[in-house]
């Protein structure tokens, strides 16, 4: 059984940062894409940053792109996101998945077969 557990949310001020881990255990097919979503209340989830393994690309969200990182080790059993100069607006629950496709199309939570409980940040002053 495949399980993401997601860590390092919390609360901060607008123009800090924040660093979301992911660690994924069981057995899951490297080549897998996986990644980061959020969901704000109200809000349908979305695509943060997603790692597209067996063709090499990373997606990033417009709202994040220049702001976040996504990483993983060598392993592909934990992803990492670093969030900087967050705003107001990046406030919502995230949630790691895996299990994604192996070409590239826009991230969307149906194409991935696992997820974490999600952490939840918030930005506020």
């Known amino acids: 059984q495949v399980q993401p557990v997601e860590s390092g949310g919390g609360s901060v001020q607008p123009g800090g940062s924040l660093t979301l881990s992911c660690a994924i255990s069981?057995?899951?097919?490297?080549?897998?894409?996986m990644g980061w979503f959020r969901q704000a209340p109200g809000k349908e989830r979305e695509g943060v940053a997603v790692?597209?393994?067996?063709?090499?690309?990373?997606y990033y969200g417009d709202s994040v792109k220049g702001r976040f990182t996504i990483s993983q080790d060598n392993a592909r059993n934990t992803l990492t996101l670093d969030m900087n100069n967050l705003k107001p607006e990046d406030t919502a629950k995230y949630y790691c998945a895996a299990g994604g496709p192996l070409n590239w199309v826009h991230p969307e939570p149906r194409h991935f077969d696992y997820w974490g409980q999600g952490t939840q940040v918030t930005v506020s002053a």
């Open positions: 790692i597209y393994n067996a063709v090499g690309k990373t």
């Open positions: 069981g057995y899951i097919y490297s080549e897998h894409s």
